[in-house]
């Protein structure tokens, strides 16, 4: 029996089975090999109804129109902001992601990111691997306790519950800014971003990438955070402006920050680099191994499930 094709945008390598995966199920066209995409694109248009993408690798405008037969597009990663959802929209083409499944990975990581901020836990592994400690070179300063202190979380979706959750387990306060008030949750809502921040010691940002956010996180909210204040993001770089970010930071102005994702990735700013008070991590908020097969199940499920029945299991919000 044949297999149904599927144009693949490009390697899935944050979970090395996955290509394979795919291969062993699917006539796979490997857009990335390509050394002419548009000719690529043009020898195979009438034959490629679904793209399988990531997260990080998105697909753009040019791609869709160029798939006149294109219905739907499978992406690994919960995020969609690297897909130009207007173009597929306009085509009618699903789109689909693979949500709820990394969630209590990446609100693990972002705790895993406060703590270490809070805690000088980065600084700390390098002035004993340095040897500073055993030839008492220098001192680390007082970190910061975590346990009893305002959690602020920007997005309440299933992430930001997530972190919200482990905050109650550390005795914690949670405010959250949201794009609407949510009346299922007993945290206290702010509808002012600046204000949020005045009243949070902890910042975490889990809202969508994308333009409606770019920037969302100014230097008035980082101001308004404080000295003693510590912003965490695990969502996109996009959010926060970085160099506001890094100025402010600089001054002393803001007190930490943990960082898993940037604006221009993989590029971090060198400033970032020096700073004792910045936990940097190369955005594998997902990266576990549970994880990442449960991504690759549910992309491999909505493929199946379009290929079946005309309809993917978890379609964008």
């Known amino acids: 029996m044949t297999k149904p094709r599927i144009l693949q945008i490009g390697s899935l390598t944050g979970h090395p089975p996955a290509d394979a995966e795919l291969a062993a199920r699917y006539d796979v066209l490997q857009y990335w090999k390509a050394s002419d995409p548009q000719a690529f694109l043009h020898e195979h248009a009438d034959s490629v109804e679904v793209i399988a993408t990531s997260a990080n690798i998105g697909c753009k405008a040019e791609v869709i129109n160029s798939l006149p037969k294109l219905k739907a597009i499978c992406s690994w990663g919960v995020g969609y902001d690297s897909i130009d959802v207007e173009a597929a929209q306009s085509r009618n083409v699903l789109i689909s992601n693979t949500p709820d499944v990394l969630n209590d990975c990446v609100a693990d990581l972002a705790w895993g990111l406060l703590i270490a901020s809070a805690r000088n836990i980065g600084w700390g592994d390098r002035f004993v ?10 001192n680390l300063t007082l970190g910061t306790r975590v346990s009893g202190k305002k ?5 309440l979706g299933r992430i930001g519950e997530a972190i919200a959750r482990r905050g109650i387990g ?3 306060e949670v405010g959250y800014h949201n794009r609407r008030v949510r009346s299922d949750v007993p945290h206290r809502y702010f509808e002012s971003l600046v204000e949020l921040a005045k009243w949070s010691d902890f910042l975490v940002i ?10 969302l996180i100014n230097e008035p909210v980082l101001r308004a955070l404080g000295p003693k204040g510590i912003l965490v993001n695990i969502a ?11 100025q402010v930071l600089a001054e002393g ?5 943990g960082l898993d994702v940037f604006d221009k990735e993989p590029k971090v700013p060198d400033a970032l680099k020096t ?7 190369p955005h594998i908020a997902s990266a576990t191994h549970e994880t990442r097969r449960a991504m690759t199940d549910c992309l491999l499920e909505n493929l199946e499930s379009f290929f079946a029945k005309g309809k993917v299991l978890t379609p964008i919000d």
Not at 206 to 215: H, Y
């Open 170 to 172: 550390f005795d914690m």
């Open 275 to 281: 700073m004792n008070n910045v936990v940097l991590m």
């Open 253 to 257: 102005a803001l007190g930490g920050a």
């Open 129 to 138: 691997r340095a040897n500073h400690w055993e030839n008492k070179v220098g």
């Open 151 to 155: 959690l602020g979380i920007v997005g």
């Open 206 to 215: 889990a809202t969508v990438g994308g333009a409606s956010t770019k920037g």
């Open 236 to 246: 996109r770089g996009s959010v926060i402006d970085e160099p506001a970010m890094v």
